[in-house]
């Protein structure tokens, strides 16, 4: 079956993406160090963005805390704009390119790692305090 989204649904995760776009830009203008080369701010908003889903969706799942629109807006919209795997995919190419290999590994490890266990870290937290 087709499913179809309805305007206001389109319009929240346009809405919620908007707002996670501009916040990881100011976040990543701040942090990400053109001197070191490494990406800081880049690999802060996935791992933060990655902590928040989990907190956002766990809610959602245990408490019904949040509605399907509002899951939208917030975990699709807000932490799917907030994060950026095309930044992330960039950023270990020009890593590649400089030849600088372990900041490369270093990053492209603690990414995965790291975004993983912040997202269980957030279904844990939610279990744990609600």
Do not use: W
Not at 3 to 12: D, E, G, P, R, T
Not at 31 to 54: C, D, H, K, Y
Not at 93 to 109: N, V
């Amino acid at each position: 079956m087709l499913y179809i989204c309805s305007m206001k649904q389109a319009l929240l995760v346009f809405i919620g993406g908007g707002f996670g776009s501009a916040l990881r830009y100011v976040i990543s203008k701040y942090l990400n160090n053109t001197e070191s080369g490494f990406p800081l701010g880049t690999f802060a908003v996935n791992i933060l963005g990655s902590l928040l889903i989990g907190i956002i969706l766990g809610l959602a799942i245990k408490n019904d805390t949040f509605n399907s629109n509002q899951t939208l807006l917030l975990a699709t919209g807000f932490c799917g704009g907030f994060t950026t795997f095309s930044a992330f995919a960039f950023e270990n190419h020009q890593l590649l390119k400089s030849g600088d290999f372990m900041s490369f590994a270093i990053y492209t490890i603690a990414s995965f790692a790291l975004g993983f266990l912040a997202v269980f870290l957030g279904m844990y937290l939610v279990k744990v305090i609600f």
